[in-house]
C-alpha cells in the first residue's frame, strides 16, 4: 500500500481482526498526512502506546518499535543500507567519464531518498552495474557504456560461453599490449589511428575493418542497423566498398572522435594470418583486376621474375603465390602495403583503442549473432552467410591454406610467421606448421 510504506521505519503494524465501521475509515490522503485524531499527546512516552488507525475497513494497532542498540562496534542502524549505497556509488564513479568526480550527500537518509526516488528501470541499471566484475582501470577511450546481457531466453550455456570468450580474448589481447606495445596506450589517438573504423550512430556502434575477415558483409549489417537498407541481401558490392553511406570515424573532429571512441561499443572480427593472406591473394591476383593488377603485379613481377614475358610485365597478371611472399617481406618492396594483408595491429590499433568486443571469422555465426543481442539489434537480422564475390569457389580453409604455404621453403614460411607474429600472439592462434618456431 503507497500510504502505509510513508509510515516511519519504527512503527510496527499488527493488522486487528476487526472492522470499523464506514464512516471511521480514513481517506488515503488523511493517513498520509498522520490524523490528528490518532496522534499521541505531546510529551508522552511512546513505550507502551498502541495507536489504532482504520484503513479501508479494517482496523490496524500499531505500537512504536523502540530503535535496537545492538549493533556490533563501529556499524550502524543503517549499516546494510549504508552498504549498499557505497557500493553503487563506488560502481558510478569508477565509471564516470575521466576528470569528473561524482559527489554524494554523506547524510544516509538523504542518499536512501534519492534511491527511493529512482524508477524501476534506472534500479534494474544499478543492480546490473553492481553484478557486472569491477574493472581495475579504464583506459581514457574505453567505453563508458557496458554491454548489456541478452534477452532472458537467450541466457543459456552457450551464451554463458561465449561472454567468457570475449573475457579471455581481451585479457590476451591486453597482456600482448602490455608486453610488447607498452608505449601504444600512451599515444594520442589521431586520426590515422581510426581511419578504418565505421561508425554506426543509431545502436552506437564502431566497427573497425579487418579485410578478408567478413568486412564486406558486416558494413552491409551495419547499413541495415542504419536503416539505410532493409536486407542486408540487397545491398549490392559497390555499394558497400565504393558508396558513402556509412562513415568513418577519421570524418569527424577531434572531440567528434573522442566521444565516440569513449561512448559507443568499439568491434572488431579478425582472422587466421595465414587464411587471411591466402584468401587475399586469390581475390586480387587469380582474378582479373583493374586495380591490383596494374599496381601490384607490374611491380612485383618486374623485381621478382626473372625473364619475365613482355605480356606479364604489360598486364600485371599471373604473379604467383611465392613472388607475392617475396614482395611482401621485402624491406625495400617496389610498391607499398595494402590494407588486404597488412597487419591487424597497424588497421586498428588494438594498444591504443580499447575494443569492447573482439570476434573471429572462424566462429562468425555465434559471434556475430552474440554480438548483435548484445547491441539490441532487431531480432530479424543475423549475420549474412553467402560469400561476396566469386561465390562459386570455395572460401580459404586451413586445407587450402597449407597447399598455398607448400610451394614456399621452410625460411619464407619462418619469416612470414615472423611478419604476422604480433597478430598470431595478439588473438591466441595457434602456429600453423609445426616447423615454426
Not at 494497532?61 to 549493533?71: A, E, K, T
Not at 549498499?84 to 563506488?90: G, I, K, M, N, P
Not at 561476396?388 to 614460411?413: C, M, N, V
Request: net charge positive.
Amino acid at each position: 500500500m503507497p500510504c502505509v510504506s510513508s509510515w516511519p521505519p519504527e512503527l510496527f503494524f499488527h493488522r486487528a481482526h476487526t472492522k470499523c465501521p464506514p464512516a471511521q475509515a480514513p481517506t488515503v490522503r488523511n493517513l498520509q498526512a498522520g490524523s490528528t485524531a490518532h496522534r499521541r499527546p505531546r510529551g508522552t512516552s511512546t513505550a507502551n502506546t498502541i495507536l489504532s488507525v482504520c484503513f479501508l475497513g479494517i482496523k490496524f494497532s500499531i505500537r512504536p518499535q523502540q530503535p535496537h542498540n545492538d549493533f556490533p562496534p563501529g556499524s550502524s542502524q543503517d549499516g546494510p543500507f549504508k552498504a549498499a549505497t557505497e557500493r553503487v556509488t563506488r560502481d558510478l564513479s569508477s565509471r564516470a567519464p575521466r576528470g569528473l568526480s561524482l559527489r554524494m550527500s554523506q547524510d544516509p537518509q538523504a542518499q536512501l531518498n534519492v534511491g527511493a526516488r529512482l524508477r524501476p528501470r534506472q534500479r534494474r541499471r544499478r543492480l546490473l552495474i553492481k553484478k557486472m566484475p569491477a574493472a581495475a582501470a579504464l583506459p581514457a577511450n574505453s567505453s563508458a557504456r557496458t554491454l548489456v546481457r541478452p534477452a532472458p531466453g537467450a541466457l543459456d550455456g552457450r551464451w554463458a560461453s561465449l561472454r567468457e570468450t570475449q573475457r579471455e580474448r581481451k585479457r590476451v589481447m591486453r597482456e600482448a599490449c602490455a608486453k610488447y606495445r607498452a608505449s601504444s596506450s600512451r599515444r594520442a589517438v589521431t586520426p590515422r589511428h581510426v581511419s578504418r573504423i565505421f561508425v554506426e550512430d543509431r545502436h552506437r556502434v564502431l566497427y573497425c575493418e579487418v579485410p578478408k575477415a567478413g568486412c564486406s558483409n558486416w558494413k552491409r549489417v551495419l547499413m541495415v542497423l542504419a536503416g539505410l537498407a532493409s536486407s542486408t541481401a540487397d545491398i549490392q558490392h559497390d555499394a558497400v566498398h565504393y558508396g558513402s553511406a556509412l562513415k568513418r570515424l577519421d570524418t569527424f573532429d577531434r572531440q567528434g572522435i573522442l566521444h565516440r571512441l569513449s561512448t559507443y561499443t568499439k568491434m572488431l572480427f579478425v582472422r587466421e594470418p595465414f587464411e587471411r593472406l591466402v584468401s587475399a591473394f586469390r581475390d586480387k591476383f587469380e582474378h582479373p583486376n583493374s586495380y591490383y593488377h596494374p599496381v601490384f603485379g607490374k611491380a612485383i613481377l618486374a623485381r621478382y621474375r626473372a625473364n619475365a614475358s613482355r605480356e606479364a610485365l604489360r598486364t600485371g597478371s599471373g604473379v604467383q603465390f611465392p613472388e607475392f611472399v617475396q614482395y611482401l617481406l621485402d624491406v625495400h618492396r617496389p610498391v607499398g602495403m595494402d590494407i588486404h594483408w597488412d597487419h591487424v595491429s597497424r588497421l586498428c590499433s588494438p594498444c591504443l583503442i580499447d575494443y569492447d568486443f573482439v570476434g573471429k571469422f572462424e566462429s562468425m555465426e555465434d559471434d556475430a549473432n552474440f554480438f548483435l543481442s548484445l547491441i539490441h539489434a532487431p531480432r530479424n537480422l543475423t549475420f549474412p552467410r553467402f560469400k561476396d564475390r566469386h561465390s562459386e569457389e570455395a572460401r580459404t580453409t586451413a586445407r587450402i591454406t597449407h597447399q598455398y604455404f607448400a610451394q614456399l621453403s621452410t625460411l619464407q614460411r619462418q619469416r612470414t610467421y615472423d611478419f604476422y607474429y604480433m597478430d598470431y600472439l595478439m588473438f591466441n592462434y595457434s602456429k600453423p606448421f609445426a616447423d615454426l618456431y
